[in-house]
């Protein structure tokens, strides 16, 4: 069983920082493509961004284009996902997810518990 783990949720200024991180339990993690998701109240689950196995390709969101890097460090099972100049539409529980890099998360085959991201104006 493939467990994954958030955690780097919190209360951010608009204009501020936060770096979330996934781990993920499978010793073979580095030949999962990984993914970003949101959702926030009321609305639903949406991509965010996505990185192949090897690392060497990133997709995101046009929302977060520019804003949002992802990346992986395969020897420690680890996504990570640095939000910079957050804005308060960017309020949403964030979810990791293992098995794709498609924008659809029906594509995915494990995912996360979430972690809260909240931006105050």
Avoid: H
């Avoid at 949720?9 to 204009?15: E, I, K, R, T």
């Avoid at 996934?22 to 990984?34: D, K």
């Avoid at 196995?53 to 099972?77: E, L, M, Q």
Wanted: with cysteine; proline share 2%; net charge positive.
């Amino acid at each position: 069983q493939v467990q994954l783990v958030e955690s780097g949720g919190g209360l951010v200024q608009a204009g501020g920082s936060l770096r979330l991180s996934c781990v993920v339990s499978q010793r073979t993690f580095s030949s999962y493509p990984m993914g970003w998701f949101r959702q926030a109240p009321g609305k639903e689950r949406e991509f965010v961004s996505a990185i192949t196995w090897t690392g060497s390709i990133t997709y995101y969101a046009a929302s977060v284009k520019g804003r949002f890097t992802i990346s992986r460090d395969n020897a420690k099972n680890t996504v990570y996902l640095q939000m910079n100049s957050l804005k308060p539409e960017d309020t949403a529980v964030y979810y990791c997810a293992a098995g794709s890099v498609r924008r659809t998360s029906s594509e995915y085959d494990y995912w996360g518990q979430g972690t809260q991201v909240t931006v105050s104006s």
